[in-house]
């Protein structure tokens, strides 16, 4: 998953990726066709590839509509890709239950200065802890 601030990987770099890291064979022109739906029906193969490739089901792929859980786990697999997230989580491991909602109940309140939305959990709930 790439960040929102980088460029969108080519259906070139994509394809042989893709061949890389499953074995699967699928061309860039291909790819190209399934992105600008050229082509909607992919083989079952390459559908696999695809959704192993972005570590999303098969399912997420071929599923129209919202899918809050798996959102949410993409969500947070790219924030764990920042450093600085990546920091703030090691720095809590250890931590009491009661130090980690601290900590989470102030990362809330600087989103919120930050008019920043609020973060939803796998369940496609806001996750504001008013109630801890």
Not at 25 to 44: C, D, E, F, H, M
Not at 84 to 99: N, P, W
């Amino acid at each position: 998953m790439r960040k929102p601030s980088e460029p969108m990987m080519s259906n070139a770099t994509a394809a042989a990726a893709i061949a890389e890291q499953t074995g699967v064979s699928i061309s860039a022109t291909y790819l190209w066709q399934l992105r600008t739906g050229a082509k909607t029906n992919p083989t079952v193969q390459h559908l696999r590839a695809i959704a192993e490739f972005f570590g999303v089901s098969a399912y997420y792929l071929i599923e129209p509509g919202e899918h809050p859980g798996i959102d949410a786990q993409l969500n947070w697999i790219q924030a764990l890709r920042d450093n600085g997230v990546r920091g703030l989580a090691m720095r809590a491991q250890g931590l009491t239950t009661q130090s980690i909602n601290s900590l989470a109940a102030m990362a809330d309140q600087i989103r919120q200065l930050e008019q920043l939305p609020p973060v939803v959990d796998d369940s496609g709930e806001s996750s504001g802890r008013d109630h801890l």
